[in-house]
């Protein structure tokens, strides 16, 4: 089955504890993204990867990494969290842009930094 | 700089009734596309549309329609005979052809029974 995973699904911290959200993908898709969603905010894309080894910044990257470092894979690294971090986030990846961009999206995690 | 609206926070009406979501959009290039996306209550977010900017033709999909309109930079959507597992966030959402991808704030929608 074609689907976006991401890890955990939910997720409780304290503020400053590193972790990684995992995203993963079996559609072969070139492009992945990470977004944000916020209570009257909607979704607000955080990085994007084009191809492996190759990211930019979204509207709101500060505080978050990401790498790309195998096609499938993108995950989402809070070196430092905070309180503010607090959201619910998603992954999602679509084919090259050439093609088609409309874009998957992953179940969703929602992360709560106390 | 790009942005997309929607004005309406949230919508509720009354099954059967008809219900148009607004989303109108800002952006300079002459390439993009819009999409609308739907989130349930169980949280997903699934792909109801695509339109490039090169094609303004209404399209129409069984009780969902969509009018887009270069002129006013609107690309509004229209449940017809709405029902209640039509209920969901309605998000709007502009890709100029970039990589970047710009959404609208949502527009709740409750049907009541």
């Known amino acids: 089955e074609a689907q976006v995973t991401q890890n955990p699904r939910y997720l409780i911290t304290v503020t400053g504890k590193k972790l990684t959200v995992t995203c993963s993908q079996n559609?072969?898709?070139?492009?992945m993204s990470w977004y944000r969603q916020d209570p009257g905010l909607g979704l607000r894309q955080i990085y994007y990867?084009?191809?492996?080894?190759?990211?930019d910044k979204g509207d709101v990257p500060e505080g978050y990494k990401v790498s790309r470092k195998e096609k499938r894979n993108f995950p989402l690294i809070l070196e430092s969290p905070s309180p503010n971090q607090t959201s619910l986030y998603f992954c999602?990846?679509?084919?090259?842009?050439?093609?088609?961009?409309?874009?998957?999206f992953g179940p969703g995690t929602r992360l709560t930094v106390l | 700089a790009q942005k997309v609206t929607q004005a309406q926070t949230e919508i509720s009406v009354v099954e059967k009734e008809d219900v148009t979501l607004d989303c109108v959009y800002e952006?300079?290039?002459?390439?993009?596309?819009l999409f609308w996306y739907k989130q349930p209550p169980s949280g997903e977010l699934v792909f109801l549309i695509r339109?490039?900017?090169?094609?303004?033709q209404n399209e129409i999909s069984g009780r969902y329609s969509w009018n887009f309109q270069k002129s006013t930079s609107s690309f509004n959507f229209t449940i017809t005979a709405s029902q209640v597992v039509d209920s969901a966030v309605y998000f709007c959402?502009?890709?100029?052809?970039?990589?970047?991808?710009?959404f609208g704030t949502g527009t709740r929608l409750k049907v009541l029974a």
């Open positions: 999602a990846s679509s084919p090259r842009l050439a093609e088609s961009n409309e874009q998957f």
């Open positions: 559609m072969n898709h070139e492009y």
């Open positions: 990867s084009m191809n492996v080894e190759v990211t």
């Open positions: 952006t300079r290039d002459t390439t993009y596309y």
């Open positions: 339109r490039n900017s090169f094609d303004e």
């Open positions: 959402a502009l890709n100029s052809g970039t990589y970047k991808y710009i």
